[in-house]
């Protein structure tokens, strides 16, 4: 069975300073890797995904995330936090496999970003 | 933003009451899906649609119904809300042809957020 792991609740960070978001999968055959971002009373907006090829992944609004096969994790970075940054992180995972693959979520990282 | 729209955005209705949530895309992907969320949460799986005509329950049990009549559109409905149905509703679709592997990254809406009194 498919699962995602977001090992942190909230992240806290002061603005300019590098962020990073954790997220650990488990998955049968190669996986299919995303991350969104909520904001307030909105649905989630897709930030990045893995497929294949490079391990790093360069998504919106700078934010850029490295896929770590040995590992089996997909933390999400950016070099420079804004405070706009603050929202809620989700990382999500399927297979790779031919036919209809469910997208399961990890359970959310809060991000505050402060000034 | 992709183009995928709920209506509404805000629903305050009292119990019993049958409700439809309302979801179109226009980009014409074949696959759409409804997760219910909790206020800061994680997303649960609801039902989801290979295509028209075509539906299926998702992980977590839910009393809402849902059909797809045509491509574009996707509703829910309670034909009996409770104050447990109180809950932000979100709607996703994704493109991709069914049987072959694609990467099919889902797009949401702004959600729903039901409250039921």
New interface residues.
Partial sequence: AQSVAQPEDQVNVAEGNPLTVKCTYSVSGNP?L?W?VQYP??????LL?Y?TGDNLVKGSYGFEAEFNKSQTSFHLKKPSALVSDSA?Y?CAV?G????????V????T?LLVSP | ??DIY?TPRYLVIGTGKKITLECSQTMGHD?MYWYQQDP????H?IH?S?GVNSTEK??LSSESTVSRIRTEHFPLTLESARPSHTSQY?C?SSGGV????T?????????T?LTVL
């Fill in positions: 299919y995303f969104y009373n909105r649905g989630l907006q897709f995904k497929i809620l989700f399927r790779g496999n031919t036919g209809f693959q469910k997208l979520f990890g359970t959310g809060r | 933003e992709a709920q696959k800061g949460m994680e997303l799986l989801y290979y998702g992980d979100l996703a069914v049987g072959r592997a990467t099919d990254t889902q797009y949401f809406g702004p959600g957020r």
